[in-house]
Structure formats: structure tokens, C-alpha cells
């Protein structure tokens, strides 16, 4: 599978970069006590972090709200996922578990502070294009609302749009039974290389401790 990014999205923010990281042979279910623990505890320490700060002052969220501006999405309107993340929690609006896998992923976008997205390998088709969207871009997202993606920044395959740094499609999601995925991750322009490379270390570590399976990545 080839992935690549658009040459408009490049030209327009030349340090863009993510970083894909492709699981095999996994096991999706119920998330385990650990991981439920961790993820309530690590909101509950959040909201009295943030609890009179502002979340778009953290440098992750302040940099992507910024690459959202740059192709054309309102951040106030279009929040980042990440951003939507911290705004959930300092309203003690918690996540509550769905399975191992968009846990495991909704607790990595609180730790790192920046968007992620896990699909289901085999719902894809074809090579992936990162793009900013146009007006034929659209999808049944994960909230079974119909999401026009115009000047969005967009995943897409051979079928069609099928995930963003804002919200997911439910054509890709994961599910219990999930054995292949894929993993986007949506660094900072601004994170040097060798700090994202130790990120996916143990970003892919963590992931195939709780659910098996081997893992791979790579940084476009």
C-alpha cells in the first residue's frame, strides 16, 4: 500500500509530516482493567490541570489549529480531534470505553496531544492520498452524521474519503473484529525527527502489548 501526501498540501505547509504505523495479526476486544484505569485516571488529572487554563494554548493544539486555518478550515467551527479531546475532559465529559483499540488511540491523542486516527486495514482499498478536501469529499462519520470535508484535511483510498484530524468515517472504523489496522498519526510540523521516531517506539509498543500482533512505521 502506497501512501503519499498532496503536493498542494505540501506546498502550502512544507514541514507537514505524519506518520503511519501498520499493525498485523492483532486482537481487538474489551479494553483491560489497565488501560480503563489509566485512561479515567489520566482525564481525571487533566481536568485539574486544565481546569482554568486554555487548552488552545497548548503548543500541539495551538499547531494544528494553525494548520487547519492554512487550508482553509475554521478551527473555532472544526475543531481538531485533539482539541475536542481536552474540551471533553474539562467539562468532566470523560470518555467512556468502546473497544481496546479506539481507546488505546483517544488515550495516546490525550497523552501526545495531537489528532490520531486507527482504521481497519482490510475496509481500505487501495493506495491512500493525506489531501486537503474538496466539494465532492464526504462521509457517514462515526457519529452517523453525513460530514462534508471541503478544504479539510482529509484521508483518502480508492472508494472514497475515509478519515481526518477532525473526525472519522464509519466506513473505517475498527472493531472487535478488527485484525489488520492502520494507525495515522498526526505529528507537529515542529517535532523534530528523532523525537518522532521515539514516539512511534512506543506509540506501536504500547499497542501491540495490549492487542498482539507485530508492528510497522514509517514518517512521510
Do not use: C
Not at 186 to 214: K, N, R
Amino acid at each position: 500500500m502506497e501512501i503519499t501526501v498532496q503536493d498542494q498540501l505540501k506546498q502550502l505547509i512544507p514541514e507537514f509530516k505524519i506518520a503511519i504505523v501498520h499493525y498485523q495479526d492483532i486482537q481487538v476486544g474489551d479494553s483491560p482493567q489497565m488501560l480503563k484505569g489509566r485512561l479515567q485516571l489520566f482525564q481525571e488529572s487533566l481536568f485539574f490541570d486544565y481546569e482554568d487554563k486554555k487548552v488552545t494554548e497548548i503548543p500541539a493544539i495551538l499547531e494544528w489549529r494553525k494548520i487547519f486555518k492554512s487550508i482553509g478550515t475554521d478551527p473555532n467551527r472544526y475543531r481538531p480531534s485533539n482539541e475536542a479531546l481536552y474540551r471533553r475532559v474539562q467539562k468532566q465529559q470523560f470518555l467512556q470505553p468502546v473497544n481496546s483499540a479506539v481507546d488505546l488511540n483517544n488515550f495516546l491523542s490525550l497523552q501526545y496531544r495531537i489528532p490520531l486516527g486507527i482504521y481497519d486495514l482490510d475496509k481500505l482499498s487501495g493506495h491512500i492520498t493525506i489531501k486537503i478536501g474538496s466539494e465532492v469529499d464526504s462521509y457517514i462519520a462515526i457519529n452517523e452524521r453525513e460530514v462534508q470535508l471541503t478544504k479539510k484535511l482529509i484521508s483518502s483510498d480508492n472508494k472514497g474519503a475515509f478519515g481526518s484530524p477532525y473526525v472519522d468515517s464509519k466506513r473505517s472504523a475498527v472493531s472487535t473484529a478488527t485484525t489488520n489496522a492502520l494507525h495515522i498519526i498526526y505529528l507537529q510540523p515542529s517535532m523534530p525527527h528523532i523525537e518522532a521516531d521515539q514516539l512511534l517506539q512506543a506509540l506501536s509498543t504500547m499497542f501491540t502489548q495490549i492487542h498482539g500482533g507485530t508492528a510497522s512505521y514509517q514518517i512521510i
